[in-house]
């Protein structure tokens, strides 16, 4: 049994507030330099939501273009406005921020997070106006505590405050007075990353055209760690969002690989379907506060808007085959060994060449690769390059050396088989898997038959090892056989039926040969 | 670059001594190659790593750099370094590098 991907979700939030509160680069930056210029000038950069809305990328993520549209628009990106500023989007959608502090709420099951009832009141109607949140999440939702105790709470209980445009709306408390895994940092950057996994699992679930009740299984792919001094990563951000969906017929855990971890779990998601332990199974990842706002500096610098303002968030929901949606195929599975090494040339090796060579193909026949999308209007003020463009790059010079293009054609192969990159540079989010809602609309249409995803994760970030990690696998367009879920008791009972009359008939030949 | 490699090559400098250490670079491309080369010669140029202030003035190459290429085996430099080498931008990154190297480098 192949398994398919039936729909994915694509959600941002736009976090103005939590980039100048909750992003490593800013919190750094206010314990080394607080009385720098950066922190001075970095407000005047953030951009509104409406900005946020009509900005290209925004809106490719969302899948209101595409990035094919995308790669005709000139860079730099955040100068122009988009002519499509709709939140939302045939993916999913870019919530702001005053809903989005509500879903946290609704999301917190420990009584963490409280907030201004002021602000509850001016904001829920327009959560409860959001097609993907239902009654159930709204029944969540408290009516919360006067603007004082939150204030009294981020002042003497340790508290992380919650702000909207500058002003203190909340607070997350601490669940734990001494364990520094359950601070009050760690609590909302973790209610962060499970509130915007609900919100990419609705969407995805809502795409697919699935009941919740059918999903069995969610792997949780993102960066974060949830537990305590006793077990500081026990999981499980997978359960816990599914809860909060409202999936009831769910289980699921957390698959973890830093920037490779959505494709490893998208390969352990594909297995489980195919081997028949799950029917569906949904691969979910929320975003992370301690990114936004990551090259801010270079951004402030260079005069530009701060880009990195928006959490991210997919789904991809994967099923049996029904002989119509793409196919992950798992005999052409690349990875990077622990005997790989380190230099690029053998990384893209393990990961794209030596897959094909297994398969019998060549780079060519690959229609698109999907390798890291990080959107290049982000890196490339900050020294980082055009991420997607670098991998290409390098796929190409594999395959003149192998002989599979000429090096003069290295250029004609990136605009053929690569994209440009759009997502947010949120980690785990940009790594292979923001392609796959377009590779499933085109492969639908027939555009396109076979798309290369390639993941890759920095482990040595972690410091247990100083390997570098990454995991790649084909998509193909589905070749319209359904298969049948395994032999039926049925078959099983004429099957036996046939091998003891066969046993019986041979009986009796014998006999009568006496 | 990053804090903690900034601490590393601090610690080497200190431990066999600044002329004895040589950094090799992977970086993507020129600028970053140059801003890399200024943090473990002149220090760091963002203030905000332990090489701020820092004049370690220490010999600093990019791997794709003719200079260090010619100190390689062949062979062993086509097999890990070759398929980078035609995907950079080696001059830029060569013209990143000397001034810095010429105006900082002690060694």
Redesign the interface.
């Known amino acids: 049994m192949k398994s398919v991907i039936k729909g994915t979700g694509y959600i941002l939030v736009h976090t103005p507030d939590m980039v100048l509160h909750n992003g490593t680069t800013q919190t750094t930056e206010r314990i080394v330099n607080p009385d720098g210029e950066y922190l001075k000038e970095l407000p005047k950069h953030i951009r509104t939501y409406e900005e946020a809305l009509s900005y290209w990328p925004n809106q490719v993520y969302i899948g209101n273009k595409t990035p094919q549209e995308l790669a005709a628009v000139e860079q730099p990106w955040y100068d122009k406005t988009c002519d499509m500023n709709d939140r939302f989007g045939r993916f999913g959608q870019i919530m702001p921020q005053e809903e989005f502090i509500l879903l946290m709420q609704a999301c917190d099951v420990f009584e963490l997070i409280y907030l201004d009832k002021d602000f509850v009141a001016a904001h829920k109607g327009e959560l409860a106006a959001n097609p993907l949140i239902d009654e159930t999440i709204m029944a969540r939702i408290n009516e919360g505590v006067d603007k004082a105790e939150v204030e009294r709470l981020v002042k003497e209980e340790h508290s992380e405050g919650l702000y909207n445009k500058g002003v203190l709306v909340g607070a997350v408390n601490r669940a734990h007075d001494i364990d520094t895994n359950l601070s009050a940092h760690v609590m909302l950057e973790n209610i962060v990353s499970k509130a915007s996994s609900v919100l990419s699992l609705l969407a995805a679930v809502h795409n697919a055209g699935i009941a919740k009740s059918e999903v069995e299984y969610v792997v949780d792919c993102c960066e974060e760690a949830c537990g305590d001094m006793n077990q500081r990563g026990g999981g499980n951000f997978a359960k816990a969002a599914a809860e909060i969906a409202g999936l009831t017929g769910a289980t699921g855990s957390d698959c973890r690989g830093f920037c490779a971890g959505p494709s490893h779990a998208i390969v352990e998601a594909a297995a489980l379907v195919a081997a028949g332990a799950y029917k569906t199974v949904v691969v979910t990842a929320g975003g992370c506060t301690a990114k936004l706002g990551m090259n801010g500096k270079d951004h402030v610098k260079k005069g530009m808007p701060i880009l990195e303002d928006c959490l991210g968030g997919f789904a991809v929901v994967i099923t049996q085959n029904d002989g119509v949606n793409p196919e992950i195929n798992l005999d052409i599975l690349g990875r990077h060994t622990v005997g790989t090494g380190s230099a690029p040339q053998a990384v893209i090796s393990s990961l794209v060449t030596d897959p094909l060579d297994r398969a019998g193909l060549k780079v060519t026949d690959v229609d698109k690769f999907s390798p890291e999308m990080q959107n290049p209007d982000i890196t490339k003020p900050a020294g980082a390059g055009d991420v997607p463009l670098a991998n290409y790059k390098m796929i190409a010079a594999l395959s003149v050396k192998r002989g599979d293009i000429q090096r003069a054609d290295m250029m004609k192969f990136i605009a053929e088989h690569g994209m440009t990159g759009w997502a947010p540079t949120q980690g785990h989010i940009p790594s292979g898997v923001p392609c796959l809602g377009f590779v499933r609309d085109n492969m639908l249409k027939g555009n396109i038959h076979r798309v290369m995803v390639i993941g890759k994760g920095s482990l040595f970030l972690g410091r247990m090892t100083n390997l570098f990690d990454g995991v790649s696998f084909m998509v193909e367009a589905n070749d319209g056989k359904k298969e049948e879920a395994g032999v039926s008791e049925d078959a099983v009972k004429s099957l036996i039926a046939k091998a003891m009359k066969d046993f019986a008939n041979t009986l009796l030949a014998q006999e009568e040969k006496k | 670059m990053d804090l903690e490699n900034q601490k590393r090559v601090k610690e080497f400098a200190e431990k066999y001594g600044p002329e004895n250490v040589v950094v090799l670079l992977g970086a ?2 020129g ?2 190659s140059g ?1 890399a080369a200024e943090t473990v010669t002149n220090g760091d140029p ?3 790593g332990p090489l701020t202030g820092v004049q370690l003035g220490l010999k600093v190459y990019h791997v794709c750099e003719p200079e260090i290429k010619k100190e390689f085996d062949p062979e062993v430099y086509d ?6 080498e ?2 950079l931008d080696v001059d830029d990154i060569s013209n990143e590098m000397k001034p810095i190297r010429d105006q900082y480098c002690k060694f």
Not at chain 2, 79 to 84: C, E
């Open positions: 993507s491309e600028e970053a801003l963002t203030y905000a097999k890990n370094v070759g398929m980078m035609m995907v």
